[in-house]
């Protein structure tokens, strides 16, 4: 007898939760239309935790045989507690999952609560950068791309000890097999600089999303260029008119405006913007609701991550996030332009290796010009891994995740066999233990493997919750250094 292959959730799971099983491309199901046959129960927070008749059918489930991913709260309820502090820094097996295997596979993870990741604050964080030149971005605390590969992992992780193929829709188009997208920050206007990365990019062979600083290229001349970089296939959106973000949501909507309306002179109709400096806060997000755009791009809001929403309101702009690490950080942590480029090459690897796009940023002016074969190189490093590379602009990245999101997806297991049909956006990639991932599209039928549950699952990041006196110190540093971008500012 076949059944469906799928997450099941509690009815009243949050936005955030069902985002992230979105981003990840799973089945998902609430329980009371899910057949507990071949489903995963996912019990992320403390949804209907209080519900009587909601705690019975779980234990029901579970009785059946279904393996869980739990949440703290309801690890409780399956008398696991998680030991205080669990969840900061890298874990390995033991100390990552807690596992029972009677009557079913059993997972608790110290996940965050969803509302504290709503409203991390953005803070001045240290990434580890090539020989020890680190880099200092201000960027968001939380770090929603890890949990999402986090929570995909468990879930694999059951999947395989149930005797069960894993499914997820793949983040690429069919027939491709790895995607390259660039985000070029111009914030301020030198022709040399511009064609000097119009130019890589040529040699390169890649289009590029531009966000323009409209004051400045405006005062310099610079707005003829900006309709040549257009007119070259690049993509041309925002970034802003003055380059600075207000905490007020009615100033930043002025600025945003007025830079949408100088654009739409020169015929560029901007749908996207990315705030200076990578900024978010509620009164940003207020700025681009009202002025209708579908997007935007600020590593204070996610980072290392595929396309989506998070608070999972419809009229919510979508985040497309790029690596919050430009050149000039690495460089001014001391690295040289070798290796500068070794370490992005090692990045592109790892977003190639976990079938992600990679989306790096940087500037024209004292950033890519000092590593001019940057950008060629990553290209021909992609090329090499993937064959097939798909370059997608930010703005095309975009659609294709809102299509993927929408994605009707049925997968059944009869028995020890995976079938089902694939037709939209995204292909399914079908993950067996013991063997390769098969990428499918249209009809397909898959025999799975039935292992043994492994005995280590490998590492699994959980984002480290902010302890208040590190927070105290991190938020006087990012006050600094605001600061000190803010004099910049006044002084260009």
């Known amino acids: ?34 057949d507990h046959a071949a489903a995963t129960l996912f019990l992320p927070d403390a949804a209907g935790l209080a519900s009587r008749a909601l705690r019975q059918i779980v234990a029901r489930w579970r009785g059946a045989g279904v393996p869980a991913l739990a949440g703290p709260a309801w690890g409780k309820v399956f008398g696991v507690h998680l030991a205080r502090g669990a969840g900061i820094g890298l874990c390995r097996g033991e100390a990552a999952l807690v596992r029972r295997l009677d009557p079913a596979p059993l997972l608790v993870l110290p996940l965050p609560d969803a509302e504290r990741l709503l409203r991390a604050p953005a803070c001045l964080q240290e990434l580890a950068g090539p020989r020890g030149a680190n880099a200092r971005e201000v960027i968001s605390t939380a770090d929603h791309g890890g949990l999402r590969r986090c929570v995909t992992a468990a879930l694999r992780g059951l999947a395989f000890a149930a005797g069960r193929p894993f499914v997820h829709l793949a983040h690429l188009p069919p027939g491709r097999h790895g995607a390259l997208a660039v ?12 064609d000097g990365v119009l130019a890589a990019l040529h040699g390169a062979g890649l289009r590029a999303t531009w966000f323009v600083d409209v004051e400045r290229h405006l005062l310099r001349g610079g707005l003829p260029h900006v309709r040549a970089i257009a007119a070259a296939g690049h993509e041309v959106q925002s970034h802003f008119f003055r380059h600075y973000t207000y905490r007020s949501a009615a100033r930043n909507e002025r600025n945003l405006r007025r830079s949408l309306d100088e654009l739409a002179r020169i015929g560029i109709v901007a749908t996207a913007a990315a705030a200076p400096f990578g900024t978010w806060h509620p009164g940003l997000d207020r700025a681009l609701r009202a002025c209708g755009l579908r997007w935007s791009s600020e590593f204070s809001r996610a980072h290392d991550d595929v396309p989506g929403g998070l608070a999972g309101t419809a009229d919510e702009p979508w985040q497309v996030p790029v690596h919050p690490v430009c050149p000039a950080l690495l460089l001014a942590g001391g690295a040289g332009p070798a290796a500068v480029r070794e370490w992005f090459g090692a990045e592109l690897r790892q977003c190639l290796a976990r079938g992600e796009p990679a989306a790096f940023y940087g500037h024209p002016i004292d950033d890519l010009g000092r590593v001019p074969d940057l950008l060629p190189a990553l290209a021909a490093a992609a090329r090499d891994l993937a064959p097939s590379l798909w370059t997608p602009t930010l703005g095309e990245l975009h659609p294709f995740c809102r299509r993927r999101a929408a994605q009707p997806l049925h997968v059944e297991f009869d028995g020890d066999v995976a079938r089902g049909e694939v037709d939209g956006a995204a292909p399914l990639v079908v993950e067996r233990a013991g063997a390769p991932p098969a990428t499918v599209y249209g009809n397909f039928a898959l025999r799975a493997v039935r292992p043994a549950l492994a005995e280590d699952h490998g590492p699994v990041l959980v984002p480290a919750p902010y302890r208040p006196r590190a927070r105290g110190r991190d938020r006087l540093a990012t006050r600094k250094l605001q600061l000190r971008r803010l004099l910049h500012e006044l002084r260009r």
């Open 183 to 194: 985000r070029i920050d111009a914030d301020g206007y030198r022709q040399e600089a511009t």
């Open 1 to 34: 007898m076949s059944a469906p292959l799928h997450v099941a959730i509690p009815d009243g799971t949050g936005p955030y939760w069902r985002g992230l099983l979105g981003r990840a491309g799973l089945p998902v199901r609430e329980l009371g239309t899910a």
